[in-house]
């Protein structure tokens, strides 16, 4: 049985970041929608489900135009469900092959059934996540809260469409982080003796 981390985030929570130095730190694999893009390019399926710039105010996938027709919302239906279902796939097949850290797309809900899943959710006060987007994500400080919001607003709708669950419920996640109130290496240190604790519970379950 793999085990598998997933964390979704607020925008400007380090989530990503903290997805990818815990991978590092446990010698496992990461992924994020960049990869998760490049990867699906690589087996020939869609990837649309991984790509940000594909969706839409609705968090669905938008054909190019403003012009909205009822046949090209049908459109839209049908390649927002497609797209889904071909992700989905794609991450069920990833967690019968390694130990992984996996970022957003969903994930948490996808494999709410394995039982190797520690899910993680990230999230910090507005004021720190505008500070990082300005000073790491070089986003302009007259942007920056928009830009904060807006993701946060696509990242929930886009969840909420396809899981129909809320997005960044906490009751919903194995453990929740203030990335405002704990340190990078205090959350990495907490992840990974989870993750050892979850291991050993697979390993005992197993015997």
Known sequence: MKI????????GSNGK??????AQKLGISYYDKSILENLAKNMGVNSD??????LNREGMFSLAGSFRTNVKMLTELSLSTQA??????ILQDLVKKDNAVIVGRCSNFILKDHPGQISVYCYGELEDRLKRVI??????ASKARKVVLDTDAKRAKHYEYYTHQKW??????????????QSMEETIDLLVELYHQKEKKLQERAK
């Open 4 to 11: 598998i981390v997933t964390i979704s985030r607020e925008y």
């Open 17 to 22: 970041e903290i997805g990818r130095l815990l």
């Open 49 to 54: 489900f991984f790509k940000d710039e594909n």
């Open 84 to 89: 889904y279902d071909q992700g989905r796939a």
């Open 135 to 140: 000073e790491e994500y070089n986003v302009p």
């Open 168 to 181: 960044g419920q906490l009751d919903d996640f194995d453990v929740t982080i203030n990335t405002s109130k």
